[in-house]
């Protein structure tokens, strides 16, 4: 600032020093024996020209500073809040975390409080609080430890019977049967499974017909629905450990339970390597299962994380994947998943992840979008327009259609608008929707109407035109075709069903640009099976 005042008073001198050089160049000229060449009014333009130059040269370099000091001041102060951010979550986290060491320590605590007292031979409390050790606790047992769980269950108490009749078939059959409240039933189970037994051989039975003998799983609806079941069933088992104690859990799941858990796992393992990449599309079932198997049980511990984390783009698209990753320790493993996806077209599913695991400053999500939105536009332009056949037209829109609204739902959920405005992609997405509808009502209105019969039966009759049902046999236009709404939440095109890459085997990912259903929940809903 200071060199910048110092420049100005310098500049504001020119004026004086011109006065001094004008007054030289008279006494020069009045004492000159020649006649020179020059005269003072060429002088005088000369050096008002570098004037006027200096000074706007001058305030262009001022408006520079000025510009640059908002810029770095806005950049600090963006930065002064992410920092607080972070640090207001490391704090929650801690609070978490330390709530769940002293709940821990607590319950660790009444265990060995009560089995001292069953030791010593005095009478044992029977309070909620109590909890027999890992000895004497039988998974049976395990139900005495919440309160009355039938109260739990409120609509479906035969969800109680199944369970208590380590009926894994029935079980299956119940939940397909009841498939369209697919939601409560996924509440009700995890407090159903108390009854059982043993819940964790229940969930291990009724994975036995993951994989049947000469069933194409892509095609078959049933088996889909069932391996859907297997998940959930696996995925209600956790719900219900995450609500023991530890010592209930290792009850639960005894070394024998793990072993059993290991041996499903290594059965399915060699099963994974034809799964193709392309065909999963961020949605695979198959992997899915594998990994809830391997953090249901805890069984993580005998698997590489290399291999792990190479499934990951296989489930990138379901909404249990950033828990799974967490939970298996793959946290680390995150950038190249992330990486990967962005090299091969998934940049929607890497957004999802980078916010998922807080690394949008290393992935900046508004960059990927308009990279994934440009790649879409660029990839549904493969020839001239006039050149193109109306299906390939038709082809092109839809995938441009496509990718916009699955950029505009990802900007939605992660409350980007700021960042990138969603207004014009919305215009966009309308304007493709109104000539979508528009070629849709010049095909319909080309095909020949089909004629009417006659009341008599036979002959031909003259025409009657003044018929009131001549006026509204065929629809107008306008009733027939409804206007667009623009209506939300967006769903991503469907998966291709071919295999062929190898995923175990080789660290290569090779998949297509392109995204399949994701709704909310994580599941694929096909007809009949819906969850």
């Known amino acids: 600032m200071e060199d910048s005042q110092s420049v100005a008073t310098l500049i504001g001198s020119t004026a004086s020093k011109i006065q001094q050089l004008q007054k030289a160049f008279a006494e020069l000229e009045s004492q000159r024996a020649l006649t020179l060449n020059l005269r003072w009014k060429e002088l005088e333009e000369h050096f008002s020209g570098l004037e006027k130059s200096l000074k706007r040269r001058f305030h262009e370099l001022e408006d520079q500073e000025k510009e640059f000091e908002t810029k770095t001041r806005k950049a600090r102060e963006m930065l002064q809040k992410r920092e607080a951010a972070v640090v207001a979550k490391e704090q929650s986290s801690l609070v978490r975390l330390q709530e769940k060491r002293d709940a821990a320590v607590f319950a660790i605590t009444n265990a060995l409080e009560k089995h001292r007292e069953l030791s010593s031979g005095q009478p044992a409390d029977n309070g909620d609080n109590g909890e027999l050790s890992v ?28 369970c208590e009749e380590m009926d894994s078939e029935g079980l299956q059959k119940f939940i397909s049967d009841n498939r369209k409240n697919l939601a409560a039933l996924k509440e009700e ?29 892509k095609k078959d609806a049933n088996l ?37 858990a290991k041996l499903i796992a290594e059965e399915w393992k060699p099963k994974l390597d034809a799964l193709d990449m392309d065909a999963s599309n961020g949605n695979s079932l198959e992997a899915h299962a594998f990994l809830q198997l391997i953090d249901t049980f805890g069984i993580a511990s005998g698997f590489n994380e290399e291999e792990l984390s190479r499934l990951i783009p296989m489930v990138s698209r379901r909404r249990q994947a950033a828990d799974l990753c967490r939970s298996l320790g793959l946290s680390d493993k995150m950038p190249g998943v992330i990486e990967v996806l962005v090299k091969n077209g998934r940049q929607i599913d890497a957004v999802n992840l980078a916010f998922g695991f807080e690394l949008t400053e290393q992935f900046s999500p508004v960059p990927l979008l ?23 037209q038709t082809e092109v829109s839809e995938r441009e259609l496509t990718a916009l609204k699955a950029v505009i739902k990802c900007i939605e959920e992660h409350n980007l608008e700021e960042q990138y405005p969603v207004d014009p992609l919305q215009k966009r997405v309308l304007l493709l929707e109104k000539a979508k509808a528009d070629k849709k009502r010049a095909t319909e209105v080309a095909k020949p109407q089909p004629k009417r019969p006659r009341a008599n039966g036979a002959g031909y ?49 090779n998949f297509t640009p392109s995204h399949g259903n994701y709704f909310g929940n994580g599941y694929q809903y096909q007809t009949p099976y819906l969850h």
């Open 135 to 162: 000895e004497e606790k039988q998974p049976e047992d395990i139900k005495s430890s919440f309160e009355n769980g039938n109260l739990e269950v409120k609509s479906y108490p035969q969800l109680v019977k199944l």
């Open 224 to 260: 889909l629905g069932l391996r859907r079941t297997c998940i959930m069933l696996m995925e209600c088992l956790s719900v219900l450990l995450s609500n023991l104690d530890m010592v209930s859990v290792l009850a639960l799941i005894s070394e024998d339970i793990k072993e059993q």
């Open 461 to 509: 009759g003259p025409r009657v035109t003044n018929v009131a049902a001549d006026k509204t046999f065929y629809p107008r236009v306008t009733d027939r075709y409804m206007q667009y709404v623009y209506d939300r939440p967006y769903v991503y095109p469907g998966p291709a069903d071919n295999h062929s890459h190898s995923l175990l085997a080789s660290a290569t990912y």
């Open 370 to 392: 308009k990279y994934y939105l440009k790649d879409a536009r660029k990839a549904s332009s493969p020839v001239k327009p006039g050149n193109a056949s109306p299906t390939a």
């Open 189 to 217: 189970i995890p407090w159903a499974l108390k009854a059982a037994a043993s819940p964790a051989r229940l969930v291990l039975e009724s994975l036995e017909g993951f994989y049947p003998s000469e069933v194409d799983g």
